[in-house]
């Protein structure tokens, strides 16, 4: 689903990734679910694309909602997978510590897992090599995304600043549909390690220039990141 020059979502308000559709290549902000592969090749045929173009995956951490087609991408295309350092183990291994499911309904729960059983959820293969990448990186890839550290909902939970786009990527740092409640609007995602770093972490956010802010879950935000990052924390 194209959102605006240049710019591609896969998936939906449920999951989503995106891709950056630019002259010198393209760029591919988290994967989604291993589903999500159908959905990357229908964007491609779409855009007349072939997946060589495909340059590199920047992961904004390494939770199973987010590596979905990681591995094969890298396995069978040869694209290099970039993740935070502190992040690099959960996307190799899966592990990640337990935390308090919190609110939820019954209802907006049971789709999204079966959104998930839908998508092949079950056959996420973690990544066996990984590219990491530290705050501040300014990665040689198309449209020359910036790291932005956001601690919170992961240890490497990372925000992807994309100037060329005009958006910024946040992954889990926070969310605008909660996935447990059915909840729309901005407010801090489930499943975060710590609640308390991750609200901190938007003072990383509302720094940054960019019309679209774009999360893993929940519809795009077309307006500043100030705004969204004092929506959240309203929320």
């Known amino acids: 689903m194209k ?24 760029t591919l902000l988290d994967a989604g679910l291993p589903g999500h592969w159908d959905d990357l090749l229908r964007e491609l045929e779409a855009i007349g694309r072939p ?38 183990h959960r996307a190799r291994t899966g592990e990640k510590p337990k935390t308090p499911m919190g609110p939820a309904r019954l209802g907006p729960m049971l789709g999204f897992l079966a959104y998930g059983l839908r998508k092949r959820a079950l056959r996420t293969r973690h990544v066996a090599e990984v590219v990491e990448v530290s705050d501040g990186d300014v990665l040689d890839l198309p449209g020359s995304p910036v790291v932005v550290g956001m601690p919170g909902h992961s240890p490497g939970s990372v925000a992807v600043h994309v100037p060329a786009v005009d958006a910024v990527f946040v992954g889990d740092a926070l969310t605008t549909r909660h996935v447990l409640t059915g909840r729309v609007g901005p407010q801090p995602a489930p499943f975060t390690d710590d609640p308390d770093e991750a609200l ?17 879950h929940g519809a795009p ?6 705004g969204l990052a004092a929506a959240v924390r309203a929320a």
Do not use: C, K, M, Q
């Open 3 to 26: 959102l605006a020059p240049h710019l591609h979502r896969l998936g939906n308000d449920v999951v989503a990734s995106y891709l950056l559709d630019l002259p010198e290549g393209i």
């Open 51 to 88: 997946i060589s173009d495909v340059r590199g995956l920047v992961l904004t951490h390494g939770d199973s909602d987010h590596i979905g087609f990681a591995e094969r991408l890298r396995a069978e295309v040869g694209v290099p997978v970039y993740v935070h350092t502190a992040d690099a």
């Open 200 to 216: 901190a972490s938007l003072d990383r956010l509302a720094g940054l220039a960019a019309s679209w802010v774009l999360p893993g």
């Open 221 to 226: 935000w077309n307006g500043s990141p100030a």
